[in-house]
Structure formats: structure tokens, C-alpha cells
């Protein structure tokens, strides 16, 4: 059965947004080069986005990570299953995440990323959901700030579906309930 999807911020305001944090990217760090390091899967969409609205030279790099949890909250276990290709060092770094939910994986990963030297680091992230913050993460540039709500779309996915859709969307209760009344039985590595 195919999900019920509901728009949540519609594609033009996404957009619109990401152009806004591109400009602010842009004037931030005029003079200077910015290396964006997208987090993958979820902030592939974003990053690319982003960087088409960054004025100053921009250089990327991916990084994938995998948390120990079930499929709708992390543990805050966080692993590295693809490390950057390049280095960080003296660079000017602008992480770039999909979504901030409880923390945890930014909270482990910002100090791990510190540690290799770039000359700064910040972060931007799409959406973050302030209610279910458990470990504290600085965003230096952000979207929007959303409801405690599962989304989906712009990168996001519930399980391994909807990251094409052009907006942020939220699968209705209805049809995630089933699945996600099953979910805590069913830890695991899941990749974010
Ligand atoms: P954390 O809880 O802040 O560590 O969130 C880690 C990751 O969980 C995010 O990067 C997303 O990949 C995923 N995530 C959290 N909330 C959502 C959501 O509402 N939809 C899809 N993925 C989510
Ligand atoms: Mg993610």
C-alpha cells in the first residue's frame, strides 16, 4: 500500500530558504573559500542545493555515518562507514546535515571532525527538531525549526524511501503507525 504523504514546507519555501543560507554562506566567508562536507546520505540533496547558491569558491567532501539504533532514533553510537577523501586541514568547514533530532550524531561527530585541524567549523542543517534534543548541538545556520513529526523528502527518508520528493512531506500517522509499532523490537545499524 502506497504511504500518505502530507506537505510539511512546500518545495518554493525549501528553496527559497536554501538560496537565503547560501547568500548568508557567501557574505559570512566573502574573501575566503568554503569546503562543505555533506553528510550522506540525507544531506546529499541539501548540500547540492546549497552549494549552487554559494558565491565564493566552494569545495566538497561526503562522509557517511551509521548509528546504532531502530529505524526512527539514534543512540548516539555513532560509526563511520565512509571517511572523507580529503583533508580538513586550515580549511574553512561548513557541515552540511539534513536534520538535527536528538543530537547525538553531530554531538559525537563535531569533536572528531575538530581534532584534524581545519582553521574553523560550522554547521548547517536543513531542519532541526528542538524537542527532542538530548545532546547539545550549536547549529550555525539553519532552515527551519519543525514539530516533533517523522519527515520525509529533500534528502530524508523513511526507510530508504522519499528522498526524491522536492518538499519536506510527513508520512501520515495512519499509515507509519503499523511500522513504527513494530520498530522497537528491530534494533540495529542504520545509516542516516
Ligand atoms: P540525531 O538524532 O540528531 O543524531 O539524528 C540523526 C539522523 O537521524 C539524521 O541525520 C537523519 O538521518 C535521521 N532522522 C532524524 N529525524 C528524522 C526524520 O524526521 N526523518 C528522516 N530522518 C530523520
Ligand atoms: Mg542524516
Given at each position: 500500500m502506497a504511504d500518505k504523504i502530507s506537505v510539511l514546507i512546500p518545495e518554493e519555501e525549501v528553496n527559497a530558504k536554501i538560496q537565503e543560507l547560501g547568500a548568508r554562506i557567501s557574505e559570512d566567508y566573502a574573501g575566503k573559500a568554503v569546503h562543505l562536507i555533506c553528510i550522506l546520505k540525507g544531506g546529499v540533496f541539501f548540500a547540492c542545493e546549497l552549494a549552487k547558491h554559494i558565491t565564493i569558491p566552494v569545495s566538497l567532501d561526503f562522509m557517511q555515518v551509521s548509528s546504532y539504533g531502530n529505524a526512527t532514533s539514534?543512540?548516539?553510537?555513532?560509526?563511520?562507514k565512509k571517511d572523507l577523501d580529503?583533508?580538513?586541514?586550515g580549511k574553512e568547514v561548513v557541515i552540511v546535515e539534513d536534520i538535527i533530532d536528538s543530537g547525538r550524531t553531530l554531538h559525537y561527530l563535531i569533536p572528531v571532525l575538530k581534532q584534524r585541524n581545519p582553521k574553523s567549523i560550522r554547521l548547517c542543517a536543513?531542519?532541526?527538531?528542538?524537542?527532542?534534543?538530548?545532546a547539545e548541538v550549536q547549529i550555525d545556520y539553519l532552515g527551519f525549526d519543525i514539530p516533533d513529526e517523522f519527515v520525509v523528502g529533500y534528502g530524508l527518508d523513511y526507510a530508504q524511501k522519499y528522498?526524491?520528493?522536492?518538499f519536506i512531506g510527513v508520512v501520515e500517522p495512519d499509515a507509519a503507525g503499523e511500522e513504527a509499532e513494530a520498530?522497537?523490537?528491530?534494533?540495529g545499524e542504520t545509516v542516516e
Open positions: 539514534s543512540s548516539g553510537i555513532v560509526r563511520i580529503d583533508s580538513m586541514e536543513l531542519l532541526n527538531k528542538p524537542d527532542r534534543r538530548e528522498r526524491n520528493l522536492p520498530e522497537p523490537e528491530k534494533k
